[in-house]
């Protein structure tokens, strides 16, 4: 397997379920990786001790996806600490569940939030690192996407339009950043994170039963497909890698 050793991974959103495990993935094929956080340091900082080592080290850094100014702190550190960013996962994101036909629950300031983290981070994410980026001369940008941009079911409509925005985004940027940076979205279905096993269980249940694979998909398998982009998959730009166990399918 091609090595990721002497480059330098951004992950937004690290202490989710999800980046979690895309953090381990990265620095156990070599990169060293910046843990970026909303408000939660010290599990940031628990999950940098999990990490193996690398040449460069790791860093846990407060990545605020909706506040600029933040953005630009988290490039500066970037800078002085390695000189260099290879890789950029935006992973983080916001939801809450709201039943599709009630739309008096998805009120202005859910919507609001859904679309500032999950659309305007991502660009903001970005737009802030493209210089390193393109510098790298192999740059990729990840974005986690979901199945509900393309079945349109998810926690809410709110949440659904805007992986549908962030899978667009993805195109768009790809082309705006060709060739220089190469941006990929990978689109899980339900993935059985902490937040997923504490929804209801018979409705977790039945999901998997509607998954052709007949099971939710690990944590582990959606990190294999962001690092498959990184080692493997480097002709590949401006598309979506589902790792859903074909669960359009039904």
């Not at 690290?14 to 340091?41: F, W």
């Not at 939801?95 to 609001?112: E, K, N, P, S």
């Not at 994410?125 to 393109?134: D, E, G, I, K």
């Not at 944590?219 to 890698?241: D, K, N, Q, S, W």
Request: aromatic fraction near 4%.
């Amino acid at each position: 397997m091609k090595t990721l050793e002497g480059k330098v991974a951004v992950v937004t959103g690290a202490t989710g379920g999800l980046g979690r495990v895309i953090c381990k993935a990265l620095a156990q094929a070599g990169a060293s990786v910046v843990a970026g956080y909303n408000r939660n340091g010290d599990a940031a900082e628990r999950l940098l001790a999990e990490l193996p080592q690398t040449s460069l080290g790791h860093l846990a850094w407060p990545a605020v996806v909706t506040d600029s100014a933040a953005l630009d702190a988290l490039v500066d550190e970037v800078q002085s600490r390695y000189g260099r960013c290879d890789i950029l996962v935006n992973c983080a994101g916001t939801t809450r569940y709201v039943a599709h036909a009630d739309l008096q629950g998805l009120d202005d300031a859910l919507i609001d939030s859904i679309l500032a983290t999950n659309v305007r981070g991502p660009i903001a994410c970005v737009r802030a690192l493209a210089p390193l980026l393109a510098a790298s001369g192999d740059g990729l940008v990840v974005n986690i996407s979901s199945i509900a941009a393309r079945t349109a079911m998810g926690s809410n409509i709110a949440y659904c339009a805007s992986k549908a925005a962030v899978d667009n985004l993805t195109q768009s940027l790809a082309r705006a950043l060709a060739p220089q940076i190469r941006v990929v979205s990978v689109a899980p279905g339900l993935a059985d994170t902490e937040f997923v096993q504490g929804l209801d269980s018979a409705w977790r249940d039945e999901q998997a039963t509607r998954t052709p694979l007949g099971r939710l998909a690990m944590p582990e398998e959606v990190a294999a497909a962001v690092l498959a982009l990184a080692t493997h998959l480097t002709f590949t730009t401006g598309t979506v890698i589902p790792v859903d166990g074909g669960r359009p399918l039904n």
